[in-house]
């Protein structure tokens, strides 16, 4: 793979920029069956995601499900799509906003920006724009509280193939994971005890998480046992009994055993045990997306009524919440340690440098 051209580096240059980029899983560009054919192509046909051997699974991929998942999957991406787009992208958006205010407000002058792992912007696409801006120290920061091979190590691929082929590279760090970090166990108990605060309580408490295949648990993937400690954190934080928090995963996807117990079927069961209210949150989801607002707001609420519940809410996502940008900026400013992020380039020179760069890659 050739390397990208670089701008001729200069002795003396301005000094260089920081930056924070924060890592989505990613989002369709609309809610139709050619997009949602595309970027399923992208997610599904990503090695982390489906460890199936690749002949076989590009065939049931290429051949079956991009032939009919992306209509259905579009259908469930119009009832949940926001009028400026898709909730996993406005509030990501929100998020990296909302950061960059919070840094600033500390003192720190960084360059924040988000990225997709699948759809735009992608990884790659971010990175050399930031090169492009000067920047020459980066933090990775997923928005995966826990950590999975699926989703953190996904993005480390994400980074590693952009690395490949540049020829100078920023200094680099990668924040693995971050699901008993004190901020951000406060902010997912703070969002129950707020709700709470206006509903009462319900007879259950449900902490839904993505699923994964049993398989992967089995070969040494951490992600069941830090949702397990989450949720264990929160529990303690929120000073509830034991028996009534009740910890599910969901999402699940073809027919190989998956963690257990599922979300959906846990809820009916619990609703023909007589269980009159449920709250359901999703602790790993730290915005609202196809996963939480329809797949649980309603899919799962319906089932749950239908089999005899009467009262099911959903408690949203960490969003825009303050104590949850709070903790993310606590976290960022943990993994920025010993960078200089106190003082900023000068955007003149900066610009300046870059113009000369550029005039002589023009004449090399």
Not at 53 to 63: K, Q, S, T, Y
Not at 279 to 302: K, N, S
Request: proline share 6%.
């Amino acid at each position: 793979m050739p390397y990208a051209s670089e701008p001729r580096f200069e002795h003396g240059q301005a000094g260089a920029a920081t930056a924070v980029l924060l890592c989505n899983l990613g989002t369709p560009d609309a809610p139709t069956a050619a997009a949602l054919r595309r970027y399923l192509a992208q997610f599904l046909g990503d090695r982390r995601v489906v460890e199936i051997p690749r002949p076989l699974w590009w065939l049931i991929l290429h051949g079956v499900i991009l032939r009919v998942r992306p209509a259905k999957s579009a259908r469930k991406y119009a009832s949940i799509w926001m009028d400026n787009g898709s909730p996993l992208k406005v509030w990501t958006e929100k998020q990296t906003t909302m950061l960059r205010g919070y840094l600033g407000e500390r003192g720190h002058r960084l360059v924040i920006r988000y990225a997709m792992n699948y759809g735009q912007p992608s990884i790659a696409s971010v990175l050399d724009e930031l090169k492009a801006e000067g920047v020459e120290r980066a933090l990775v920061l997923p928005l995966y509280p826990q950590y999975s091979a699926t989703t953190t190590a996904s993005v480390f691929d994400s980074v590693a193939r952009w690395a490949l082929r540049t020829r100078r590279l920023p200094e680099l760090r990668f924040v693995n994971h971050y699901h008993d970090h004190p901020g951000y166990v406060a902010a997912v108990a703070r969002r129950i005890t707020a709700h709470w605060g206006q509903h009462g309580r319900p007879d259950k408490l449900v902490m839904s998480f993505h699923g994964l295949p049993q398989r992967n648990l089995l070969l040494g993937d951490p992600y069941h046992c830090e949702c397990l400690k989450t949720a264990r954190l929160v529990a303690e934080r929120l000073g509830i009994p034991k028996d009534d928090l009740v910890v599910t995963f969901q999402s699940r996807f073809g027919k190989a055993k998956w963690l257990q117990p599922y979300t959906e079927p846990t809820l009916v069961e619990m609703a023909r045990r007589g269980v009159k209210r449920v709250d359901v949150m999703c602790p790993g989801f730290v915005a609202d997306c196809l996963e939480t607002l329809e797949e649980i707001a309603i899919e799962a609420r319906t089932a749950f009524l239908a089999a005899g519940g009467e009262t099911f809410h959903y408690i949203p996502a960490l969003n825009d919440q303050h104590e949850w940008i709070a903790a993310l900026a606590d976290i960022a400013q943990t993994h920025l340690q010993g960078w200089d992020t106190r003082s900023a380039a000068d955007p003149q020179a900066l610009a300046a440098q870059r113009a000369r760069a550029i005039e002589l890659g023009a004449e090399a």
